[in-house]
């Protein structure tokens, strides 16, 4: 796998893809280089002009490939629920794989719609009720890949307190909890799936240090001007191009020999660039006891039924 590049992604004609935050960074290289292999994409976006914009660029990109735009607001359950209802209407209820993609980096604390911490809640919650949700429309061989960061080993995650309404709010801390779930969730989603008999891959991916919108966006949220700029461009000099970036998730979605459970990223200078390769969970990522309490109180405050259950 060493060298694995895009060039070794097999043809996707036929496959149908959904990736959340596909307007921007690794979710619009991922969109399009799948749409570019044949598959049939689903970008699902907040931003009806940015995904417009998303949209023209990978069907231009893939020559005419199907591709369609899905309205998703993951800070609101509400719209979690119309995306995937229209994802399964457009699909025909099947989809091979869905790429969990999307995501916010130390936000100051703001809350989703529905009173969620803005980062649990839109990194880790609204996914999982995306994934939930979609759960029947994903048949034998789906995957559901989820991006988390080597930002989880410093998270400490309380399932009772995803919110951080009993500690001190630290938006570092807050991210790197949600990334945590990130990978609590498929793990957990991997045993469930197992257990219910379910032919379904569950598999993370994380890209390392990669240059996309998200540290200017992080910038943008903790101070006005022109500091996010300079950021911008500071960022650059640490991270790798978003083509590279992009390949732990596209493996993840895509090689033949992934199997269930597995957690894959850059494999250079402690994961932070380099050729995808199998990444390293923390302990923490692999505990069971607080993945199933995860699962549970995820699905007690969004309201949706677990699929698999
Ligand atoms: N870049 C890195 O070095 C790095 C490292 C570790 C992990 N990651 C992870 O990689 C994933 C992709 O991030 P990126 O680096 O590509 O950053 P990005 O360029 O900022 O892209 C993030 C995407 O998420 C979307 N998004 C944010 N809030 C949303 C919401 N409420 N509903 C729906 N979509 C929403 C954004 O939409 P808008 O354009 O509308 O804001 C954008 O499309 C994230 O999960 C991030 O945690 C990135």
Redesign the pocket.
């Known amino acids: 796998m060493s060298r694995w590049s895009a060039a070794d992604i097999p043809d996707q004609t036929g496959r149908t893809v959904l990736v959340?935050?596909?307007?921007?960074?690794?979710?619009?290289q991922t969109a399009a280089v799948l749409a570019e292999r044949g598959a049939t994409v689903l970008l699902?976006?907040?931003?009806p002009q940015?995904g417009r914009a998303a949209l023209d660029r990978v069907r231009s990109g893939s020559g005419g490939t199907d591709a369609a735009l899905v309205s998703?607001?993951?800070?609101d359950l509400s719209s979690v629920r119309t995306a995937a209802d229209e994802a399964r209407r457009i699909t025909g209820d099947r989809l091979d794989v869905l790429v969990n993609?999307?995501?916010?980096?130390a936000a100051p604390r703001r809350r989703t719609v529905d009173g969620f911490e803005l980062q649990i809640g839109?990194?880790h919650i609204?996914h999982a009720a995306l994934t939930w949700l979609l759960g029947p429309a994903l048949g034998p061989g789906a995957r559901v890949v989820t991006?988390?960061?080597?930002?989880h080993r410093r998270g400490g995650l309380d399932p009772d307190d995803l919110s951080f309404e009993q500690r001190r709010y630290n938006p570092v801390a807050a991210y790197s909890a949600s990334?945590l779930a990130n990978l609590l969730f498929t793990f957990e989603l991997d045993r469930r799936a197992r257990d219910a008999g379910r032919d379904l891959l569950a598999v993370a991916a994380?890209?390392?240090?990669?240059?996309?919108?998200?540290?200017f966006?992080t910038a943008r949220m903790n101070s006005a001007g022109p500091l996010a700029h300079v950021v911008r461009w500071g960022n650059k000099l640490i991270?790798q191009g978003?083509a590279a970036?992009a390949l732990p998730q596209l493996y993840a979605a895509t090689a033949p020999d992934v199997r269930s459970g597995e957690y894959f990223g850059p494999t250079s200078l402690g994961e932070t660039r380099g050729a995808p390769g199998r990444a390293a969970a923390s302990p923490a990522a692999r505990d069971e006891h607080t993945a199933r309490l995860l699962w549970e109180r995820t699905a007690e405050l969004t309201g949706v039924t677990p699929d698999p259950a």
Do not use: Q, Y
């Open positions: 959340t935050g596909a307007n921007s960074g690794l979710g619009l699902a976006c907040r931003d940015r998703l607001d993951l800070a993609n999307a995501g916010v980096m839109i990194n609204g991006v988390s960061s080597l930002a990334k994380h890209p390392g240090l990669t240059d996309t919108e998200l540290v966006n991270t978003v970036g």
